[in-house]
Nanobody
Framework: QVQLVESGGGLVEAGGSLRLSCAASGLILGSMGWFRQAPGKEREFVAAITWSGSRTVYADSVKGRFTISRDNAKNTVYLQMNSLKPEDAAVYYC??????????????????WGRGTQVTVSP
């Protein structure tokens, strides 16, 4: 059974930075991703990374500001968020594919989800 636990969320001023972490227990062979959901909005894709780390994909809204990375030795994926904007405020969720089915921006392509970590950005 794979479990994902996010950490690193918090309150930051606009223009500031946060680094989210997602620690996984259990075997993960596929891609991992970050999604977010703001109040009253649907969940949206943020970033994803292949198992090897050789390929990454980002939502247009975060390109150039966010960086996803992973350390397979620690079974952890990270999301470095710079130049944060108030519109980045949301609950951020980590997701993982149990098998290598290809990097995806679709939430239904991920098998396991964390409980989320809150990111708040003040103007």
């Amino acid at each position: 059974q794979v479990q994902l636990v996010e950490s690193g969320g918090g309150l930051v001023e606009a223009g500031g930075s946060l680094r989210l972490s997602c620690a996984a227990s259990g075997l993960i062979l596929g891609s991992m991703g970050w999604f977010r959901q703001a109040p009253g909005k649907e969940r949206e894709f943020v970033a994803a990374i292949t198992w090897s780390g050789s390929r990454t994909v980002y939502a247009d809204s975060v390109k150039g500001r966010f960086t996803i990375s992973r350390d397979n030795a620690k079974n952890t994926v990270y999301l470095q968020m710079n130049s944060l904007k108030p519109e980045d405020a949301a609950v951020y969720y980590c997701a993982a594919q149990k098998l290598r089915v290809g990097i995806s921006i679709r939430g239904d392509q991920y098998d396991n989800w964390g409980r989320g970590t809150q990111v708040t950005v003040s103007p």
